[in-house]
């Protein structure tokens, strides 16, 4: 029987009754694991008498009618996807465009779809000439699902290969935007901390001290202030770790606005702003970080490439909300 097939619906006996379902349902249907029964009706995908039954240890009854559900199979690869794309720049070696905020970059569980993977491959086509053997864009660097900005990628193997090398070798210009909470001090300063995984929480990352994490260095600039508890800042990155400029600034006690990751209370700053200010920074849906430029070396031609973008409208308006 394929996999994939709905399995006829099974009718308990009298012989049946007391065993467990998961051992049950894996003996009636020769072609399912009782592991796979059991992961499918954690699912949902088992009806009892057409009510769902989640729990695999539940006793059988007889005389009641059991049906396992299929799920169609997942893509083991991404599919492209029709997906605008604000594209800045397109060859036959690479690509850049400015992201927004809420796409995912690559799939992943819980994004298995609708990101910029999928959206590249459907507006690429053929014109990915293969990288690793595999028909496929060369994401060579990321930005947070929730952070804007600018990306390159690359269609060829030569190409993916020249630009990961830049990234590696930071070669790469880099320039972001953020709003962060209180005045960093000096107004031209750097962040200088080791980050790694945090070791009480291994979704989130922090600054490790006494080694243990990779070097990190950003280097920031105050744009603006408001209200002495809110500033407009830009930031260059020396290094790319994994949230970097999330982490630095909110170790420094500056977290950015909206950030759901490390900023975990309503910061002190918040206290002396006027009221419409407040609100706009404290419901401001997601990090306010957005990738303004970016800076690298055409890896066939060897010219100089530089791209640079505006925040979106949401960064924007949140700036004329606070001010």
């Not at 269609?155 to 935007?177: G, N, P, V, W």
């Not at 420094?252 to 009221?275: F, W």
Request: proline share 7%; hydrophobic share 40%.
């Amino acid at each position: 029987m394929n996999d994939t097939a709905p399995p006829a619906p099974v009718i308990a006996t009298a012989d049946d009754a007391g065993q467990r379902t998961d051992r049950f349902m894996a003996n009636a249907v020769e072609s399912l694991s009782r592991s796979r029964v059991k992961s499918l009706m954690e699912s949902g995908h088992l009806l009892r008498n057409g009510a769902p039954l989640r729990d695999p240890a539940e006793p059988v009854r007889a005389g009641m009618c059991y049906e396992i559900h299929i799920p169609p199979a997942i893509p083991t690869t991404p599919q492209g996807q029709d997906i605008a794309l604000d594209i800045l720049y397109e060859d036959r070696d690479l690509i850049v465009l400015d992201k927004p905020a809420g796409m995912v970059v690559h799939p992943a569980p819980g994004n298995e779809d609708g990101t910029l993977v999928n959206a590249l491959l459907a507006h690429c086509g053929e014109g990915l000439t293969g990288i690793g053997g595999e028909r496929r864009p060369g994401i060579v660097h990321r930005l947070d699902k929730d952070t804007s900005g600018i990306m390159v990628a690359a269609k060829t193997e030569m190409a993916h290969q020249a630009l990961s090398l830049a990234f590696a070798e930071r070669r790469i210009d880099r320039a972001y935007q953020a709003i962060c909470w209180g005045i960093p001090s000096p107004a031209n300063g750097s962040f200088n901390g080791a980050i790694g995984r945090d070791r009480r929480d291994r979704k989130r990352m922090a600054v490790i001290a006494n080694g243990g994490g990779k070097v990190a260095l950003t280097h920031y600039r105050v744009l603006d202030t408001f209200h002495g508890g809110l500033a407009h800042v830009e930031c260059k990155l020396a290094t790319g770790r994994t949230h970097q400029i999330r982490v630095h600034f909110a170790h420094a006690g500056h977290a950015l606005v909206g950030d759901p990751v490390y900023l975990r209370r309503i910061p002190a700053a918040a206290r002396g702003l006027p009221p419409m200010a407040k609100d706009a920074a404290l419901d401001f849906p997601r990090q306010a970080l957005h990738a303004r430029r970016l800076g690298f070396v055409h890896p066939r031609t060897g010219e100089q490439m530089l791209f640079e973008t505006a925040p979106p409208k949401d960064f924007r308006l949140l700036l004329s909300s606070i001010a």
